[in-house]
């Protein structure tokens, strides 16, 4: 098995949809390795989204990221990192599949709930952007 970072978004926790997205999690297969609550900083938000500065969303995805508490989680599965992509959707709601989490949560482009690791280095990356070694459960 390996891992991959989701974190479940602001608009997740501030309609209240944290444990039904939990629970799709789990029920797809995901053991949950660890887990907080974290409010980030801008600069925090900014490093985590640092490949997307200068887009024209970056500023208005750093005030979302910012806005209220996350969610970050260490996941793990079999290919945890593509099946996790699979598993939340397109990044467009409009766009994403039936029965993925951004299908069936996602409010829009921006706020759309999750946010899973796209490749296996960033996963690494990302895992220890918010979790030590000593908080990852086995
Ligand atoms: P991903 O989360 O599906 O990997 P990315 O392209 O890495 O998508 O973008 C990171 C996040 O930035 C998205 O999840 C979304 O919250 C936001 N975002 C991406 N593209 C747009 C856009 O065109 N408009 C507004 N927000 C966007
Ligand atoms: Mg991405």
Not at 36 to 62: D, Q, S
Not at 90 to 116: C, F, I, M, W
Request: proline fraction near 4%; aromatic fraction near 10%; hydrophobic fraction near 40%.
């Amino acid at each position: 098995m390996n891992k991959t970072l989701a974190i479940l978004k602001p608009d997740c926790i501030g309609r209240n949809l944290t444990g039904k997205v939990i629970d799709f999690i789990l029920s797809n297969g995901f053991y949950i390795r660890a887990m907080k609550m974290a409010h980030l900083t801008k600069i925090e938000a900014e490093e985590f989204y640092a490949i997307h500065k200068g887009k024209p969303f970056f500023n208005e995805l750093i005030n979302f990221m910012t806005s209220r508490p996350c969610i970050p989680m260490v996941l793990e599965k079999n290919n945890a990192v593509q099946s996790f992509r699979e598993t939340i959707g397109a990044t467009d709601p409009s766009k994403a599949a039936d029965n993925t989490l951004r299908k069936l949560y996602a409010e829009s482009v921006q706020r759309n709930t999750v946010h899973g690791s796209d490749s296996e280095k960033n996963a690494q990356k990302e895992i220890a952007f918010f979790f030590s070694l000593m908080e990852i459960t086995k």
